[in-house]
């Protein structure tokens, strides 16, 4: 694997986060955002017609990155991927113009979005995960910027495609040979866990792994299975109001949350927010990136929960994932 490289934060030693700017020192970073986008069009695949997309308009996100950044935030991880709009350039003047620490994920998001040209039914595991490998090595095409995460990693249904296998695999292969954890997409049901299980035979530490969208699927059980396995949950769907179920299953939620860190998982729980569409801009009456500190956050603290574990839901634990160790 390549060591930590020179860029405008200096030399970095690992442990670091990879942000699209260069290498930067996690001891320089704080509250964190893992699983949002900047960008993203999801409606542009056969038979999708919902005109879902977060519009590539600088004039509306640079605002409302920098609200997030005026209330504290210091980095997020864009987890956009090719076949949906991944634009590293577009991910580097941002960063310069907010001053934020923005993270670009790698890999192919799930089936029906597989770019035809990446040709994933054709080709090895192993040829898959050389050309993430090499992403991260020497950047996304003449680009020069690298990833520093491997998600959105998913599937289109409660069960894993024979393609999707195939990305699960490449994409294991990957995090071991660059120390990059995996954020998966895991939706409505108890898939993670078969996700998990992918990664885990290609040998890759559970704790580098993040089974996302945990909020979609609130049931205990399926958590703690998770948790005892060593992996982490992330609840990303905070803030959403698509639908009835999200505009009125935060309650639920929060009890599962709560139930967690009961338990002892304080350590493998992620908070983030999924910006993903036009409508949650704050622009447009929507949260924005601010949901957190607006809103979740005095909700948890109302039911208890103190301080210190405050910063471990939101700068700890995101920040150990993002963290790259040579």
Known sequence: MNAASPGPYGSIPAPFVRTVLGDIGVASLGFTLPHEHTAITLWEIEDRWDY?????????????????RDLGGTCLADLTLPGNGRDPAWLADLAKRTGLALV??????RTAYYPVEVRIDRRSVDDLADELTSEFETGVGDTGVRPGILGEIGTDKPWLTAQEERVFRAVGRTARRTGMAVSTHAVLSPVGLAQLRVLEEEGVDPARVVIGHADSYPRLDHYLEICRRGANLEFDFLGMAFTPMERHGEPVVIRRLL??????????ILLSQDVCHNSQLGSYEGNGYVYLQTT??????????DEATIRQLTEVNPLRILSIAA
């Not at 670009?104 to 998001?109: K, L, Q």
């Not at 005095?298 to 929960?305: I, T």
Request: charged share 30%; glycine share 12%; hydrophobic share 45%.
């Open 52 to 68: 879902w997309e977060l519009t590539k308009d600088v004039a509306l996100i640079e605002p409302e990155l920098l609200r997030f």
């Open 104 to 109: 670009m994920g790698a890999g192919w998001y």
């Open 259 to 268: 139930e967690l860190l009961e338990a002892g998982f304080g350590d493998r």
């Open 296 to 305: 979740f956050l005095p909700r948890l603290r109302e039911q208890g929960v």
